[in-house]
C-alpha cells in the first residue's frame, strides 16, 4: 500500500513553455502533499506543502506565480512550472501523507525536468 | 527550528560487513524520526521511523536505527551489507508538535563493495 505516482517521469520543454507534473496517491487519501526540488548530489529542498483544498504554503525564496501547485482533491496535487528556464531543470519529486497521527510521507519516483 | 546532520557525505563498506550511516538532529520538542533510501533517478523510499517506544527500530530490507536521546542521534544499522544497498540514504526528523514539514538531512551516499 500507500503508493504515490508522478506523471510524467521524464519532460523536455523549450523555454517560455509550461510545464505540468501530476502527483497521485493511488490507495489513500492524500490530505497533505509536499513537493520538492533535488539537485544534483544534494538534498531535497522543500517548494511548498499543500493541503487538499487549500492553498499552498510556499517555502521562503519559492515564487509561488512562477510554481503554481494545485491540490484539487485527496489524490491529486499538480505542479505547474510557468515559463521554464533552463534554470529550472532539475528533479522534482512529490511526497504524500494521509491524516493518519504519525503518518510518514510516501513519495513519488520523480520527474526529471529539462527546459532547453 | 528543526535540523538534521548527516556528518558523513559517503561511507564504504565491505559486503558482508556491518554498517553505520550516521544521523544526529536537533527539534524544539520530541522528535519523530525517519530514514529514507534512494536510488539512481528515483524517488525515496521509506525505511523506518521512530515515533515512540523501544529505542531500536526495526525497518526494511534488513535495517534498523537506533534512538539515543540524550546523544540527540538515530544512526542507521545493518548487521552484514549487501552490494544491492549501495545507494543515497537520508535521515529525516520532524517535531512531533508541529505541522507536518519534514527536514532532510543531506544524505549520505552507502557504497558496498563487493
Known amino acids: 500500500g500507500a503508493v504515490v505516482s508522478q506523471h510524467p517521469s521524464r519532460v523536455i520543454c523549450k523555454s517560455g513553455t509550461s510545464v505540468k507534473i501530476e502527483c497521485r496517491s493511488l490507495d489513500f487519501q492524500a490530505t497533505t502533499m509536499f513537493w520538492y526540488r533535488q539537485f544534483p548530489k544534494q538534498s531535497l529542498m522543500l517548494m511548498a506543502t499543500s493541503n487538499e483544498g487549500s492553498k499552498a504554503t510556499y517555502e521562503q525564496g519559492v515564487e509561488k506565480d512562477k510554481f503554481l501547485i494545485n491540490h484539487a482533491s485527496l489524490t491529486l496535487s499538480t505542479l505547474t512550472v510557468t515559463s521554464a528556464h533552463p534554470e529550472d531543470s532539475s528533479f522534482y519529486i512529490c511526497?504524500?501523507?494521509?491524516?493518519?497521527?504519525?503518518?510518514?510521507?510516501?513519495f513519488g519516483p520523480g520527474t526529471r525536468l529539462t527546459v532547453t | 527550528a528543526q535540523s538534521v546532520a548527516q556528518p558523513e557525505d559517503q561511507v564504504n563498506v565491505a559486503e558482508g560487513n556491518p554498517l553505520t550511516v550516521k544521523c544526529t538532529y536537533s527539534v524544539s520538542g520530541n522528535p519523530y524520526l525517519f530514514w529514507y533510501v534512494q536510488y539512481p533517478n528515483r524517488g525515496l523510499q521509506f525505511l523506518l521511523k521512530y515515533i515512540t517506544g523501544d529505542n531500536l527500530v526495526k525497518g526494511s530490507y534488513g535495517f534498523e536505527a537506533e534512538f539515543n536521546k540524550s546523544q540527540t542521534s538515530f544512526h542507521l544499522k545493518k548487521p552484514s551489507a549487501l552490494v544491492s544497498d549501495s545507494a543515497l540514504y537520508f535521515c529525516a526528523v520532524r517535531d512531533v508538535e508541529g505541522y507536518q514539514k519534514v527536514t532532510f538531512g543531506t544524505g549520505t551516499k552507502l557504497q558496498v563493495i563487493p
Open positions: 511526497s504524500a501523507s494521509s491524516s493518519q497521527p504519525h503518518s510518514e510521507q510516501y
